[in-house]
């Protein structure tokens, strides 16, 4: 459907114009495709729109935290040094690429084994190229987001399958993803199905002391 507008245009600005108009003064392709692609709504993301809670990351403040220069012991010899080495800023610890990570958070105990349970908060950095056991967000056949561990069979060993799988020579795709809890199955796509990496799991926030809310 076509519509008028009354549009008033400056003389240097109206000249401009009549360079993209056609001879008979009906409006530019190119216009029209510019002004139609504006009023589309852009494609869905299925990493953002997943049930994962994706957030961009936001480095809107700097919060630095002394570092110890001796390693704290998980025994009793707990150190008790008052000497520290520098300040270090999590923003720059934790974010590679501010631009290309997010934060999200767990929505299943499909890794539960690896340390992620339901909930925990996690970091993701979609400029990263996924290795073999790297904990990864994968899209599945264009259709379903998931949190697991990408496995690229080409470097795995038979003892490795074996341990898996309880066969040696089990054929697999070249890639699948791991569940890391024996409660869920591995993902191993057919040959018409498709697994596409969104982004490299860099940190799993797990949050170990719990404030009390009338604190």
């Known amino acids: ?96 690429n501010p631009l290309a990570t997010f934060i999200a958070h767990v929505d299943s105990e499909s890794l539960l084994n690896a340390g992620f349970e339901i909930n925990d908060t996690f970091l993701v950095d979609r400029s990263l190229e996924a290795k073999h056991g790297d904990i990864v967000v994968a899209l599945i056949d264009n259709r379903e987001i998931t949190l697991k561990r990408l496995m690229i069979t080409a470097k795995m060993s038979k003892e490795e399958i074996a341990d898996i799988f309880g066969d040696p020579n089990k054929v697999l795709p070249k890639i699948w993803l791991k569940a890391e809890n024996p409660a869920y199955a591995h993902i191993i796509p057919s040959d018409s199905e498709s697994i596409v990496v969104q982004g490299v799991v860099t940190f799993n926030l797990k949050q170990f002391y719990k404030r009390s809310s009338h604190t």
Do not use: C, H
Request: proline letters at 10%; a negative charge.
């Open 1 to 96: 459907m076509s519509k008028k507008l009354p549009i008033y245009f400056s003389d240097e600005a109206w000249s401009s114009l009549q360079q993209l108009m056609g001879e008979d003064g009906k409006p530019s392709p190119t216009i029209n495709a510019l002004l139609e692609q504006q009023s589309q709504e852009p494609p869905k993301d299925p990493f953002l729109d997943s049930s994962l809670n994706v957030q961009p990351v936001q480095k809107n403040t700097r919060i630095e935290l002394p570092v110890a220069l001796e390693r704290i012991p998980a025994g009793p010899a707990f150190a008790n040094k008052d000497v520290f080495e520098k300040a270090l800023d999590l923003n720059d610890f934790l974010v590679i």
